[in-house]
Nanobody
Framework: HVQLVESGGGSVQAGGSLRLSCAAS????????MAWFRQAPGKEREGVAY????????YYSDSVKGRFTISHDNAKNTLSLQMNSLKPEDTATYFC??????????????????WGQGTQVTVS
């Protein structure tokens, strides 16, 4: 049984930083595709950051490029999202997601099999 659990969300002022973490059980991140998505009320789920199997390369949406960093800790089997220079438009529920092997080359939401419950990020 695969379970992903996010943590680290909260409220922060514009310009501040937060670090989200996602811990996995029943699943090993490294050989698989990993990503962070977000969803604001009334909007579709948006892929913001992706890391390929074996952490070979990363992809960021234009809206977060240069401000967010996705990373993976193999020893702890956790996925993280460092968010700097936060803006009010970053307010959303953030979800970690994990998929199968073989590069997905991006954040096609339909390809990710496993999802966390989400953590709220509010920027004022």
């Amino acid at each position: 049984h695969v379970q992903l659990v996010e943590s680290g969300g909260g409220s922060v002022q514009a310009g501040g930083s937060l670090r989200l973490s996602c811990a996995a059980s029943g699943y090993t991140f490294l050989p698989h595709n990993m990503a962070w998505f977000r969803q604001a009320p009334g909007k579709e789920r948006e892929g913001v950051a992706y890391i390929s199997p074996q952490s070979r390369w990363t992809y960021y949406s234009d809206s977060v490029k240069g401000r967010f960093t996705i990373s993976h800790d193999n020893a702890k089997n956790t996925l993280s999202l460092q968010m700097n220079s936060l803006k009010p438009e970053d307010t959303a529920t953030y979800f970690c997601a994990a998929g199968g092997r073989g590069d997905y080359c991006g954040t096609d939401v339909s390809r990710f099999q496993y999802w966390g419950q989400g953590t709220q990020v509010t920027v004022s």
